[in-house]
């Protein structure tokens, strides 16, 4: 069994599912006693094996189908693994589907002492805890009517207070926070915080790369049923990211940099960087100039996909000029931050940076970068670039080129919280005002 410091040890587990392509061959494979098999193997898990200590929070990460929800029941004892084992030492609490064992008959109070009884709780536990279970849910006169008068957060308040009030010893939660709002998910993490202090142990599966680099001490990576990494949560969630946004952004060598280009500097002629080409990205704009390629650079000169709050970094982009300008002395170039929303967070433009781009030929390929400091709230953005002409003293832009969605990246911060959209760097000054010096007028 487990050592001391031990509470779970998942070690080598793997499962298969039969896959049959009719009905009536599961009903052969049972009167062959397997003599001959009619189905196909799917394995879902292939040898997972990890350790995780009493009073750890880790975090388990992977795309849609890589098989996190599969290994989370297959903890919480819902489900059997094929092969393996998997040795628990304690209570066990799952919120995998909030509010899954509830009756929408009911009402909230009697839904909270038939869910507590669920979960092993007497009657006189559920009365002891009801009004913490109340002021969590936060439903106020809600607890005596109908669940199926709620809304959808509401009946996820009440199943998570009741669940967690269940004091497990080992709470795994499978994306259950996913339709909280904001106010809740602190709330939820907060107790998160309270479980942990006093020894628990939580399992926590989320597309949310912030929540795991600030609050899993470690973190498993799984694709396609395998495990990629295990381990150091920063290495962790860094080689998921890279993962997926190089098969997003189909990372991979520009092969249209041209020998005549003109560049600012040796370090932008560098043909090896790994150009996302964006012949397949949407594009507006009149056709006289086209954005060839792009890519997001550290300050070390390494694509990255993954940025830090407070590091530096290069959105690098290549265009071809494929018509005479019109307008030279109005060219200009822009890029931006754009959130899932549709906003644009941050923008630059070398127009509003008076940034003039001389010399442009019909023909040529150029190479443009735009270097700036990461001050972004975590979360997920594309990179909207875009040539254009400034007209009219700047009150009108007519675009040449503009391509919705050139990159995806991840923005995290594994040691701050950020709460505004953006966190620019401040500086604060303090002095005491001597009496006769204060003044706020009649």
Not at 81 to 97: D, I, N, S
């Amino acid at each position: 069994m487990c050592s001391d410091s031990v509470v779970l040890r998942v070690n080598n587990v793997g499962k298969c599912y039969e896959m049959y392509d009719k009905p009536f061959h599961r009903l052969w494979q049972t009167l062959t006693r397997g003599k001959k098999q009619f189905y196909k193997e799917f394995w879902a898990l292939h040898n997972i094996s990890f350790e995780v200590k009493r009073g750890e929070c880790i975090g388990i990460i992977g795309r849609n189908g890589s098989g996190k929800s599969t290994l989370l029941e297959i903890i919480a004892g819902t489900l059997s693994a094929t092969t393996g084992t998997v040795e628990v030492e304690g209570k066990v609490a799952a919120l995998l589907e909030l509010g899954s064992g509830f009756n929408h008959e009911f009402t909230g109070r009697e839904n909270v002492y038939m869910n507590g009884a669920l979960l092993d709780l007497s009657k006189e536990e559920i009365d002891a805890k009801f009004d913490d279970i109340l002021d969590f849910a936060d439903i106020g006169s809600f607890i005596d009517q109908p669940l199926k008068t709620y809304s959808g957060g509401m009946v996820l308040r009440l199943a998570f207070a009741v669940q967690t009030q269940a004091e497990p010893d080992i709470l795994i939660v499978d994306e259950a926070l996913a339709v909280g709002d904001m106010a809740f998910q602190m709330k939820c993490f907060n107790h998160f915080e309270t479980l942990l202090a006093r020894g628990a142990t939580i399992i926590l599966v989320t597309h949310d790369i912030h929540a795991v680099q600030s609050k899993c001490n470690r973190a498993v990576y799984l694709s396609q049923g395998r495990q990629i990494l295990s381990g150091d949560t920063k290495l962790v969630t860094e080689r998921y990211v890279r993962d997926l946004f190089v098969e997003e952004n189909q990372v991979r060598s520009s092969a249209t940099e041209q020998e005549d280009q003109s560049c600012h500097s040796e370090e932008y002629n560098n043909s090896a960087l790994p150009i996302c080409e964006l012949s397949d990205r949407r594009h507006v704009g009149n056709g006289d100039a086209t954005i060839l390629g792009a890519v997001c650079v550290d300050s070390r000169g390494k694509a990255s996909s993954v940025l830090y709050y407070g590091q530096d970094y290069t959105i690098i982009m290549d265009f071809v000029v494929k018509k005479r300008l019109i307008y030279p002395d109005n060219f200009g170039a822009g890029m931006a931050f754009r959130d899932l929303k549709g906003m644009d967070i941050i923008v630059s433009t070398t127009w509003d940076q008076k940034f003039a781009l001389p010399g442009i030929i019909e023909g040529h390929t150029y190479r443009l970068s735009f270097t700036l400091r990461n001050i972004l709230q975590p979360g997920k953005y594309f990179l909207v670039l875009n040539l254009e002409y400034v007209l009219d003293n700047g009150t009108k832009r007519k675009y040449l080129d503009f391509v919705y969605e050139a990159l995806e990246v991840e923005v995290v911060s594994p040691s701050i919280d950020i709460f505004s959209r953006v966190l620019p760097e401040v500086e604060h000054r303090f002095a005491e005002l001597r009496p006769e010096a204060v003044f706020y007028g009649e």
